[in-house]
C-alpha cells in the first residue's frame, strides 16, 4: 500500500508545484503535510536542493537590500502638492476675472460706439404729430375709436347671492 508521501509525489507532477511549495516552506506557510512532503523531497531529489538552495540565496539578497531613502519628507510632498493646487486655483481665479473685465469692457464699449449716437441718457419724446399720422392712416378711414367707460364690454355675469343665510341674534 502507497504511503502518504508517495501519494503526495505523485499529485505533484510539475515543477512549478515544486516551487510553489518550497516558497511556501520557506515562507513558513507550509502545512505539516506539505512541509514532510518538501522535506522528503529536500532529502532525496538534488534537483530541489539546488532550488531550495537558490531560493534561500535569493531570500537573503532581498533581506539585505538597502531600504530606498525617498529624496524628499511625506510633509514636504505634502506641502508641495498644496502648493500646486493653490497655484492653479489663483490661476483659475485670475482667467476668470480677466475674462469678466474682458467682457464688461466689450459691453461698454459696444454701448458707446453703436450706431454713432453720442453716449448718454436718452428719453422718449413725443411727437404728436405721429400720432395723428398713425390713426389717419389706420384702416377704419379716420374715425377715432370710441370705448364706452360705463358699459362693459363683455356682460359680466352677476354672482349668485344665498337666501338661506340664518341670522344670529345675541
Known sequence: MPSATDKMMTLDSSGRDRFELLSAYLDGEATAAERQQVQHWLDRDPEVQQLYRRLLALRRGFQTLPTPVPAQSSDEIARGVFQRLRKRQLKRTAVL???AIAAVLVGTLSSLLSSGQTPGLKFAESNPSLYTAAISS???DGEMLKIAID???VEIPKAAV???LKKTEP
Request: proline fraction near 17%.
Open 162 to 164: 344665498s337666501t338661506d
Open 151 to 153: 358699459r362693459p364690454v
Open 138 to 140: 389706420s384702416p377704419i
Open 97 to 99: 476675472g480677466g475674462g
